[in-house]
């Protein structure tokens, strides 16, 4: 059954540092979306790109993060300046279709700790 | 703004008895409606997608109802088993956005 994978499993970076985390959604979707989980807390909307541009983001997503499609298969959320409250488990989601039959499928996640 | 709440945060249960899970959501002008299972520190498994449209959902022992007017959902699980021992998330979307708004969480746990 295809999946949404997500590399690495784990990052650990120092405050100030870039990270850029990967995601490869499952190939007949065109819907993607980042979320994060800060442990204890709820899974929180970071952005969600469709037709190569970013469609919606949050008040999370500053300035800092960006996201990127640089070929057909990958997906990846970099942020540029790393803080400590970035500390997270970031996941990866695709949709087949967005509206009315928009099933979200997410990946393992990846865990961020800044150091 | 919409917000999700569920009850209740924790469930302890005995293998072999059902139970119902329960999500509310303060703004009915939805499309979908989702649950999740999250093992710890592991990712989320979609369990059932609900539409806007549809009364309920099933797949296995699962059994998932939608009351949009209420702004109500409950996740039905029969002959609940320790594997079904997880935590249970519900989502709903932005309406007129694909973004998904979660729910703090069921702790599920099936004893043996």
């Known amino acids: 059954e295809p999946e949404v994978t997500q590399t690495p499993s784990h990052q650990v970076t120092q405050m100030g540092q870039e990270v850029i985390l990967r995601c490869v959604p499952i190939s007949n979707h065109l819907y993607f979306y980042w979320y994060r989980q800060i442990l204890g807390q709820k899974v929180e909307f970071l952005v969600s790109?469709?037709?190569?541009?970013?469609?919606?983001k949050s008040e999370i997503f500053d300035d800092q993060f960006s996201v990127e499609r640089p070929d057909g298969s990958n997906f990846t959320l970099k942020i540029r300046s790393t803080k400590l409250e970035d500390s997270a488990m970031y996941f990866c989601?695709?949709?087949?279709?967005?509206?009315?039959?928009?099933?979200?499928?997410f990946g393992p996640g990846t865990r961020l700790t800044v150091l | 703004k919409q917000e999700v709440t569920q009850i209740p945060a924790a469930l302890s249960v005995p293998e072999g008895e059902n139970l119902v899970l329960n999500c509310s959501f303060t703004d009915s002008a939805i499309y979908n409606l989702q649950w999740f299972r999250q093992d710890p520190g592991k990712g989320l498994t979609s369990l059932l997608l609900i539409q806007s449209s549809q009364r309920e959902q099933t797949s296995g022992r699962l059994n998932a109802s939608l009351d949009k007017s209420s702004g109500r959902s409950t996740l039905y699980i029969a002959a609940s088993q320790p594997g079904d021992s997880a935590t249970y998330l519900c989502a709903v979307d932005g309406g007129a956005t694909n973004k998904l708004i979660f729910g703090t969480g069921t702790l599920l746990a099936v004893q043996p």
């Open positions: 989601a695709s949709s087949r279709t967005g509206g009315l039959f928009n099933e979200q499928f």
């Open positions: 790109f469709y037709n190569n541009e970013i469609s919606e």
